[in-house]
């Protein structure tokens, strides 16, 4: 595979984001673009984008949950819960702060190669 078609299987992947549709506590539907899954502490969470009705994120929001899957079936959907403790959340958005800085040092590596 050559580097030109490297780049646009990655540029196909990256348009094929994925979603999740969550029902809120007042019974409204939204969907969500998946940013990343982060462990903390030995626990996963994930990080998800609220999209408005056009597929934007116009208010630059990201929600975390509690992520967990049914290792004894990897076809069930995920479970996504509540994060209650102040603390705990705060050690999920410190993870995802990292995780940004990451990602943006890997994108400027990547840039200049």
């Keep these: 595979m050559s580097k030109n078609e490297k780049t646009n299987a990655?540029?196909?992947?990256?348009?094929?984001?994925?979603?999740?549709d969550l029902e809120l506590d007042d019974g409204s539907h939204v969907t969500c673009a998946v940013v990343?899954?982060?462990t903390v502490s030995?626990?996963?969470y994930i990080a998800?984008?609220?999209?408005?009705?056009?597929?934007?994120?116009?208010?630059g929001e990201v929600w975390f949950y509690r992520y967990s899957e049914n290792?004894?079936?990897p076809n069930e959907e995920p479970a996504l819960g509540y994060i209650e403790?102040?603390?705990e959340y705060e050690a999920v958005a410190d993870a995802f702060d990292e995780f940004l800085?990451?990602?943006e040092f890997d994108e400027?590596?990547?840039d200049e190669s």
């Design 10 to 20: 990655s540029e196909e992947l990256e348009k094929e984001e994925m979603t999740v």
């Design 36 to 38: 990343t899954i982060l």
């Design 42 to 44: 030995g626990k996963d």
């Design 48 to 59: 998800l984008l609220p999209l408005n009705e056009d597929g934007e994120n116009t208010e």
């Design 71 to 73: 290792p004894k079936d």
């Design 85 to 87: 403790d102040d603390e």
């Design 101 to 103: 800085d990451t990602a």
């Design 108 to 110: 400027l590596v990547d």
